[in-house]
């Protein structure tokens, strides 16, 4: 069966410095990979994925992700924080072992401070 | 196109009431999922749907069931509401319901339960 362990619960930097979200996968099979970010009251919206393609994945407002099979990790990763970055972000690991299509980690706060 | 839509947005019951969910999916996307949101347990699976049939189940009461028309507009249904079922309810669409396809949210209905 697929888990995905998000190995931060609360992250915090500085406005201009480097971020981090660390993400570790389980699965059986070849997985897909998300990262899906949610900020205060409203939904979930999709900053990247990999689905077996390149293992270098680019996103949305700056974000990246890389796909390390051998470490089966998939961190996130943005050179410079900006303060509307601050959000909760969900990685997710999906693959066709499992009956639950869709596996949520528990969730990283990014604080990004002024 | 329109995103996911969601009604209501609020909703506030007492306990042993029943409550109906609605999500509109993205026109053309045929599944819908439902997940279930508390700070304590983070995202859940509640089910999916796909051509009106429930094809997933997260491992939630009977208390929780769903169905899906024809036009692919889904509601779920709480029957005899407890104080742990206030939460954020969150929709999903995505055209097949494949494992690497994306799933587009919508901003969820958020339930209180006095």
Known sequence: ?114 | KAGVTQTPRYLIKTRGQQVTLSCSPISGHRSVSWYQQTPGQGLQFLFEYFSETQRNKGNFPGRFSGRQFSNSRSEMNVSTLELGDSALYLCASSPEGLNWETQYFGPGTRLLVL
């Not at chain 1, 992700?65 to 690991?93: G, Q």
């Open chain 1, 1 to 114: 069966a697929q888990s995905v362990t998000q190995l931060d619960s609360h992250v915090s930097v500085s406005e201009g410095t480097p971020v981090l979200l660390r993400c570790n996968y389980s699965s059986s099979y070849s997985p897909s990979l998300f990262w899906y970010v949610q900020h205060p009251n409203k939904g979930l919206q999709l900053l990247l994925k990999y689905t077996s393609a390149a293992t270098l994945v680019k996103g949305i407002n700056g974000f990246e992700a890389e796909f390390k099979k051998s470490e089966t990790s998939f961190h996130l990763t943005k050179p410079s924080a900006h303060m509307s970055d601050a959000a909760e972000y969900f990685c997710v690991v999906s693959d066709l072992s499992g009956t639950y299509k869709y596996i949520f980690g528990t969730g990283t706060r990014l604080k990004v401070l002024a």
